[in-house]
């Protein structure tokens, strides 16, 4: 968010617990303080920054050098897309309080860090697959516990 708290964060390389906090903090210093008219593509280091604002939320990720920008762009447009239908006007508070569900979201649109699913409606078709499941396996406690 605008403060620099991380709501959702994956990983999809393996890197040291001290390098990831080191990058969390300083991406996210460098991410917020730039103005709007800018570029949203930073250098850093070996690693290329791609984000996107969208209203106080940030979607940011760090991906290789030779990595397409406009793709990785759009994968974010994608996930944010996704959130909007499935939460209708996502905000912070969705993805606070149903962060399981926005992590189901980006492994359903990403494996091991290259899309898989670019389909917007069986995503959606998924999670309400997914979301009918847990209504009847409640049910079945409920009904369990009632008898």
Known sequence: NRQGKIRLIKWYSTFQVADRTKYMREIAVMVIGRSSRLSNFLEYGQYKIIYKRYASL????????DDNELIVLEIIHHFVEVLDRYFGSVCELDIIFNFHKAYYIIEEILAAGYIQESDKKGILKSLQAQDSMLVEEKDEEYNTKNN
């Open 58 to 65: 940030y979607f940011i990720t760090l991906c290789d050098k």
